[in-house]
């Protein structure tokens, strides 16, 4: 789904984590410029009412 969409595996991760609760506040740790962007960059992704269907299917 992550290459389906552009992101990477963590960014829908994250984008996931997001859309599960409006409370919820992941805070991924980084230490390069170039990661906490693309933890940033995870808020834009949109998720269908499918991607989201998909994606609780898969959880353990």
Do not use: C, F, Y
């Not at 919820?24 to 989201?52: C, F, K, Q, W």
């Amino acid at each position: 789904m992550a290459a389906a969409k552009g992101v990477a595996p963590s960014q829908l991760a994250l984008a996931w984590l997001l859309h599960r609760s409006p409370v919820m506040l992941p805070i991924p740790g980084t230490s390069r410029v170039e990661h906490l962007e693309e933890n940033v960059a995870a808020s834009s992704i949109e998720l269908t009412d499918t991607d989201l269907t998909a994606l609780a299917s898969m959880q353990g």
